[in-house]
């Protein structure tokens, strides 16, 4: 066999190996409602074709798309062009009645922009046969921002509603939906608004499944630049008070959204909190999953929705606001859930002894100060390993991803810790665990010490999940 075709032969292979592992995602957001926010920086970037062809490959894959596109810099321009100054306070333009017809125009002009791209379908293009059908539409009521600290803010506006109904219906009819930062009130006046607050509380409104901000920087990073793959709600308020910044509008308080302070580009720091602080307001508000990605990484969408790993920052709410370290006050709590399957030999029976032992080994989801759910992993530094253990979930809350929230939340400890592998032993669950990646091993890939506690008597089977 030649060179060449070897090096086919392994491009093939890597090809369909990648088909492979993305087809558990593909199905997972088959059907799924994605709020996908850009900025007007990203319109005027020579890859935006690029990420227009991925939106196109979504909607081919069966998401409903909402795109909420900002025009800061288009704004700015126009502004410019017809002699207006604006002036900033608290972070927001002050958009004075004049402004409002090169807002407009300019708003508008990108808008027409995008949905040109979104028509192409020039044949030996990503986009060809795409047939992506675009509806734009008075879907956002605003109401004034009003005067703060005596400045009156004009005709800079708050979403005041959003009609998610009318947007359901465009996309019950394959359309994707295309919402610019303009807003309209009952009276017939037309308002300036944030992108990322009509991205918000469009995403909550209609109880979308995930809520993407594709931003100028990659995602949270920590105090040394490193990328924070994933926050849960208290992680990403620690986050946004160890960073405060005075002078960038609300940046404060998790609960109020942040606003740019100039219009010329935001550093990557402030538009880091903006983010953030938007997606803990959309978690609250019922949004599951928020991603804060960067268009400066060409496929990023794809790769942070069809990888395992993604390429951003995850912010999850939902089951994991209550998701915690076990601390020795749960061992009364987590008792009383797993007793009844210990009772029924789904579970290892396990002493208080030997729970308060293992307690911080534990995560708990905790509501209303109830353990509803529980899991423990165990580490096996030698072998790289770790075990997925005492999973179990309150009767009445099973069929609301509970389950599937501690598996994801303790497979994303092990990857932390350095492990390849981690695999669970048990007796009723077999087919939750082949649904969700594990593969049927056998007793000799335990680790040795865990090898040698095995109960034959239980004869549990043992699944295994590669983490790299």
Not at 131 to 158: E, K, L, M, W, Y
Not at 380 to 394: G, I
Request: proline fraction near 2%.
């Amino acid at each position: 066999m030649d060179k060449k075709t070897k090096n086919h032969q392994s491009n093939n292979g890597a090809h369909v190996d990648w088909f492979r592992q993305s087809a558990p995602y593909i199905h997972a957001h088959r059907g799924s409602t994605f709020v996908i926010l850009f900025g007007g920086e990203a319109v005027e970037h020579d890859g935006f074709a690029h990420f227009i062809h991925d939106i196109a490959l979504l909607g081919s894959l069966g998401v409903r798309i909402i795109l909420v596109h900002g025009a800061r810099p288009q704004i700015k321009q126009q502004l410019n062009a017809l002699d207006f100054h604006s002036e900033f306070a608290d972070g927001l333009r002050i958009t004075l009645s004049e402004h409002m017809a090169g807002v407009e125009q300019a708003v508008g002009q990108t808008r027409l922009r995008i949905e040109a791209q979104l028509s192409m379908g020039l044949p030996n293009t990503p986009m060809a046969d795409a047939s992506v059908r675009v509806v734009s539409g008075n879907f956002i009521t605003a109401q004034p921002f009003g005067i703060h600290n005596g400045i009156d803010f004009c005709q800079t506006g708050n979403v005041r509603s959003v009609d998610a109904q009318s947007i359901n219906q465009q996309l019950a009819n394959d359309n994707v939906v295309l919402i610019s930062p303009i807003g309209y009130s009952p009276t017939g006046e037309v308002f300036n608004l944030l992108a990322e607050d009509v991205a918000t509380q469009t995403a909550i409104a209609l109880k979308a499944d995930k809520l993407i901000f594709v931003m100028e920087n990659n995602g949270v990073t920590d105090k040394d630049g490193n990328l924070l793959q994933q926050l849960d709600l208290p992680h990403a308020k620690n986050w946004l008070s160890n960073h405060r910044k005075s002078g960038h509008g609300n940046s404060e308080q998790v609960n109020q959204s942040v606003s740019y302070s100039s219009d010329e580009f935001i550093g990557e720091f402030i538009e880091t909190q903006a983010h953030l602080n938007n997606a803990a307001i959309a978690c609250r508000g019922g949004v599951h999953r928020v991603h804060l990605i960067s268009r400066k990484i060409d496929g990023a969408l794809l790769l942070e929705l069809y990888t395992r790993d993604g390429t951003g920052t995850l912010v999850t709410a939902g089951n994991y606001e209550g998701l915690r370290t076990a601390g020795i006050e749960d061992i009364g709590g987590i008792m009383e859930l797993i007793s009844p399957l210990e009772e029924g030999g789904v579970l290892v029976k396990r002493s208080r002894e030997q729970l308060e032992l293992d307690i911080n080994n534990f995560t708990v989801i905790e509501r209303d100060g109830m353990v509803i759910a529980c899991a423990a992993l165990f580490i096996f530094n030698k072998e790289q390993s770790a075990e997925l253990a005492c999973l179990a979930v309150h009767q009445d809350y099973q069929t609301q991803g509970r389950g599937d929230d501690l598996m994801q939340h303790l497979e994303w400890q092990a990857r932390k810790k350095h492990m390849n592998k981690i695999f669970t032993l048990t007796t009723r669950t077999m087919h939750w665990f082949l649904e969700r990646g594990f593969v049927e091993c056998g007793t000799e890939q335990l680790p040795v010490e865990k090898k040698s506690l095995y109960n034959y008597q239980r004869n549990s089977k043992v699944f295994c999940k590669r983490l790299n």
